[in-house]
Nanobody
Framework: QVQLVESGGGLVQAGGSLRLSCAAS????????MGWFRQAPGKEREFVAG????????SYEDSVKGRFTISRDNAKNTVYLQMNSLKPEDTAVYYC?????????????????WGQGTQVTVSS
C-alpha cells in the first residue's frame, strides 16, 4: 500500500512558478513510476508529466514541455513537479499517482495509487 500526499499548490500570477511535491509512504517508493495529472472544472483528468520507476525516463504533455520538470528523490520518497511560466490554462487540481514498475507515461486507469490533489490557480 502506498499513500500519496501532494503539497505546494496555490495562487500565482501568470508567468510565475510553483513547485509541487508528492510525498509517498512506504519503503518501496523506488519501485514505482510516478505521474502528475490535472483536472480542471468540467474537464477530464489529463496527464501532465511522468517519470518511470528507475528515474531514467520522463514524459510530458505537449502543452507543458519546456515549462514543467518532473523529478524524484528516492531518499526522500518524494516526486516533484517544477512549474515555470505558468499560464491561466494551467489552473486545475493537480494529482500525483503511482504505478509499480511502470513507464513514464500511462493512462490514469493504470495507476494504482492517487493522492488527494492540490489546487493550482493561475491568474491573468
Amino acid at each position: 500500500q502506498v499513500q500519496l500526499v501532494e503539497s505546494g499548490g496555490g495562487l500565482v500570477q501568470a508567468g510565475g512558478s510553483l513547485r509541487l511535491s508528492c510525498a509517498a509512504s512506504g519503503r518501496t517508493f523506488s519501485r514505482y513510476a510516478m505521474g502528475w495529472f490535472r483536472q480542471a472544472p468540467g474537464k477530464e483528468r489529463e496527464f501532465v508529466a511522468g517519470i518511470n520507476w528507475t528515474g531514467g525516463s520522463t514524459s510530458y504533455e505537449d502543452s507543458v514541455k519546456g515549462r514543467f520538470t518532473i523529478s524524484r528523490d528516492n531518499a526522500k520518497n518524494t516526486v516533484y513537479l517544477q512549474m515555470n511560466s505558468l499560464k491561466p490554462e494551467d489552473t486545475a487540481v493537480y494529482y500525483c499517482a503511482a504505478e509499480a514498475y511502470g513507464s513514464s507515461r500511462a493512462p490514469p486507469s493504470v495507476y494504482n495509487y492517487w493522492g488527494q490533489g492540490t489546487q493550482v490557480t493561475v491568474s491573468s
